[in-house]
C-alpha cells in the first residue's frame, strides 16, 4: 500500500499516439513526444488540434488523493443525434514507473467499436493515473466575451 501523499506511479513520459481515426482525423501519422519535454501542435482550423489534445487528457485518471482533472473520453466526444463516434480508434505509447518497475513503451488502445451504442474503451478505471489539467479555450476567454 502506498504511503499518504506518495505516487505509486512516477517517471511517466507520453512516447507517443497514433490516431487511425477520431473526430475529422484519419490515419495520422504517428506524433512522437520523446525526447522532447515540448511539442507543438499546428494546423489551421479544423485539421483536429483540439481533438488530438482531447485525446490525450482522456487518457489519464489522476491518483486518488492528488489534484488534477478526470477528463473522459465521452466528455470530449459526447454522443449526439449526428454523431456517436463508433469506429474510433488510437494508441498511445507510454512509459512509466509503477512501485519501482520501470514499464517502457506500453501500448493502451483507446476506441469505441463500429456498433452503435457501443462504449468507449479502455475501461475508464483501467486508465493509467497521471495528474491533468486540461485548459480548453473556453477557460482562456475573459468574461465578458463570453457573455452573449
Known amino acids: 500500500m502506498a504511503e499518504k501523499n506518495k505516487k505509486t506511479i512516477t517517471g511517466q513520459v507520453l512516447n ?12 495520422l501519422n504517428e506524433i512522437i513526444f520523446k525526447p522532447h519535454a515540448l511539442t507543438a501542435i499546428l494546423g489551421p482550423n479544423g485539421s483536429g488540434k483540439s481533438t488530438i489534445l482531447h485525446a490525450i487528457a482522456s487518457i489519464y485518471m489522476p491518483e486518488e488523493g492528488f489534484p488534477g482533472e478526470d477528463h473522459r473520453l465521452m466528455h470530449f466526444f459526447p454522443r449526439s443525434p449526428h454523431a456517436e463516434w463508433n469506429g474510433s480508434d488510437f494508441i498511445v505509447n507510454l512509459t512509466y514507473r509503477k512501485d519501482g518497475v520501470m514499464i517502457e513503451n506500453e501500448l493502451k488502445n483507446y476506441g469505441k467499436a ?11 478505471a483501467r486508465r493509467p493515473l497521471r495528474e491533468v489539467y486540461y485548459l480548453g479555450i473556453d477557460k482562456c476567454v475573459p468574461i465578458i466575451e463570453s457573455e452573449k
Open 114 to 124: 463500429d456498433i452503435r451504442g457501443s462504449r468507449w474503451i479502455q475501461i475508464y
Open 16 to 27: 507517443s499516439i497514433k490516431i487511425n481515426k477520431l473526430k475529422c482525423i484519419n490515419g
